[in-house]
Structure formats: structure tokens, C-alpha cells
């Protein structure tokens, strides 16, 4: 189902017209998937968690895998945990989890980043990326933003401080951290296993290991919508609505732009609209490859915003066409830097630089040929003996901006 079918699934829904049928029953909806290992750690009563983010999803699967629970006679602990990722969120998704929990009895733990929020980690990486620049320690600016190939925003944000609060909960058990991941999602979601290892609730320390469950795979949004009206819980107002076809940050990397334009007609998002907005007028990067998030709702931004963001695009394109003279076996690889630049790459490099700086008006440092020829130097000496492979050895260049570019995997921090 494309992304225009299921926003005229969810329209229907809103609307409460009979997706499913008035003799429905709840044998109609798929059971959930719950390969053997799962039924045995169930019947040991091993701990579940829920992760929940307000969305149909997650709470179709809290649902159906809570009467499956129930069935199996389970007695170990439940609890819902939602990581909250503060400014960037939906207002109404904290609130909607807490539904969820009151429906199901089932405790509510919410964790959050301690360092700030999302918006605060992707100004944060763009401030350490300057900084980096500055340094000669990447050949390239790198983005601030979170990408389909570096997914931070899920790995930080979401599944490691989730991960940590369910090792420190539940020592010396085996833990099942629950999701409402569906295979129609996405080809990359298509190929996941109903239930796989989960390293991260592996811990020596506190003896507990875990895996991720998820029961929803082979279910379809039909799937979905049907379990919310056979349980009467509500959907989330992104979709009833505002019209979005799926819930998780208010504007998220991954998302359509017709989600992006619903995300944008509710007032309790546009602060962060126009603050991501301004991150990507400083950065001359765009929030997706493809699209500038100020063109999505550019008639919430102050005309100063609008005048700033066309210039911000223009940067852009220049900083893009400075970059494209450096040499190809300068970009960034696994290992980088592979060797010495001649001295006339180091005058090249030394233009280059100068331009970006001037550009983005950056304070920077090795401008001069000679003085980044010793910071390359210093580089190769810095590197672990295990970086300095045989050529055919070597991971190839990277040259795609968005998927992996100069120093992207490097600088994942």
C-alpha cells in the first residue's frame, strides 16, 4: 500500500466508516507472529517491554501481543517504555502512550537523552562538524542532520537508552523488547526476522541478555486499523487529523512530503518547523537529499526566513560546486587519509578551503599548502596500523552526500 492508499485508509478510519465489517470479530485480525523461543521465555514469565511511540503501530502490537500474553498465561513483568525525543515529537504522542498504558494496566516508563533532545543533537553535530572541518580533521563539511544510512536519531536516541533502562530494570533476566515494525513498511523492514538477538541488552555486569520481537511483522495497515477499531482505542491525531500517514518525529528524514506538509498544519509543530528551518539556512544542508524542509510550509516563516533560506541555497550550490574540484582519491574511505596529497592538491585544497570559509564565513585553520601538508602528515602518522591496508584492501571512496559521504561514517558521534 502506497502512501497515498493509506492516507485514504486512515481518512476512512477518521471518519469511522467500516473499514472492518459490523460482524467483525477478533479472530478476523491476523495472530500475531511468535516464533518458539518467544513462546518459551513467555512461559518462563521472562520480562516484556513494549517500545511505544503513540503511533498505530506500536499500540496495535501492545494490543494484540497483551491478549496474546494473557492467553499464554504470563506472569512476568510488562511495562510500555517510550523514548522521548523532546521538541521534535508530536505533542499529542506522550499523552497517547499514556492512553495505551491506562487501557492496558501496564506501567508507562519514559527515558530521554540526558545530553538534550534531537534538535539539540543535530546542532550539536553540525557545531563538532565545523569544528572537525576547521581542524582538517574531513576533507568535506559533513551534514547536521540524520540520514536513511545513519539513522543516529533512532540508534542514540531511541534504542540504546531504551536498551539501558530495561538491563538496569531487569537484571539477570532474558528480555523481549517488543515492536510494532510491519514488513509492508519498507523493503529494508520486508527482510527482518520476527525475532532477533538485541546486543545491546546483552550485559555482563547485570547478566541479562534479550532479544527484539516483532510479533506484526506480516500484518498490513488494514491489519492495523482493524485492531484499533476492534479494541475502540483511538488513532493518534497526526492521522484523524491532520492527515499524516504515519507518526514518529513531527519531521522526520525518512518521511513523505506530503507528511511533512500534515506535520506542518499543526500549530504545536511550527516553533520546530522554523527552528529545523534556521539549522539548515546555517548549514546550507538540506533536511532530506532532495527537498529543503523551508519549502514544505514556507508561508509559516518570516520573510526574513524565506530571503535567508534563498540565500542559504544558493551557498549551497556553490559549496557543492568547491567541493566537486577535490580529487577523487582525497574523499573520505575507510581509513582516510590513504596518503600524502602532492603539493599541487595541497594548493588546490588550500583554495578550496579558503572559499568554504569565506562562504559559510567559518574560522578555519591549515589554509596554506605547507601547513596542510603537516596536518596530513600528523593524520597518517595518528592512524592504528590496522587502517593502513594494502590498496585492494581498502573500503571504496564514497562520493554520495546522503547515503555515506566524507567522513559521515567516521563522525558518527
Known sequence: ???????????????????????TSYQEVPAIEAPPLVAELIQNHAPVAFGVSGGKDSSAMALATTAYLDQMGHQ?????????????????????????????????????????????RWCTRWHNNVARYAQLSCVKLILPWSTA??????????????????????PGQTILSVAGLRADESPLRAKLPVLMPQARLTSKTLQTTGYNWHPLLPWSLQDVLCCHQLARFPLHEAYT??????????FCMLGSRADLIASSACPDNQAIYRAMVELEITSTFSFQEQQWLGDVAPHLL????????HEAKGRARQRERIEARIPRHLLYSKGWPLGMPTYAEAILLSEVRREIA????????YTEPDAILERYHEL??????????????????????????????????
Open 1 to 23: 500500500m502506497d502512501v497515498k492508499q493509506q492516507h485514504t485508509a486512515l481518512q476512512r478510519m477518521a471518519q469511522d466508516k467500516a473499514q472492518c465489517g459490523m460482524g
Open 76 to 120: 512476568g513483568p510488562r511495562i510500555l517504555i517510550h523514548s522521548d525525543l523532546g521538541r521534535v515529537e508530536w505533542a499529542e504522542s506522550l499523552p497517547m502512550c499514556q492512553r495505551l498504558a491506562d487501557r492496558l494496566g501496564i506501567e508507562l516508563i519514559v527515558v530521554r537523552r540526558q545530553a538534550g533532545d534531537l534538535l539539540d
Open 149 to 170: 544510512s545513519m539513522r543516529f536519531c533512532t540508534s542514540e536516541l531511541k534504542t540504546a537508552i531504551i536498551c539501558r533502562e530495561l538491563v538496569q530494570r531487569f
Open 241 to 250: 487529523t491532520y492527515g499524516s500517514s504515519r507518526v514518529s518525529c513531527a
Open 302 to 309: 518570516p520573510q526574513e526566513i524565506r530571503e535567508q533560506l
Open 358 to 365: 569565506a562562504l559559510l564565513q567559518l574560522s578555519i585553520g
Open 380 to 413: 597518517l602518522l595518528a592512524r592504528p596500523l590496522a587502517q593502513q591496508q594494502r590498496p585492494e584492501q581498502r573500503a571504496p571512496i564514497q562520493h554520495c552526500l546522503w547515503d555515506e559521504h566524507d567522513g559521515e561514517r567516521m563522525y558518527a558521534v
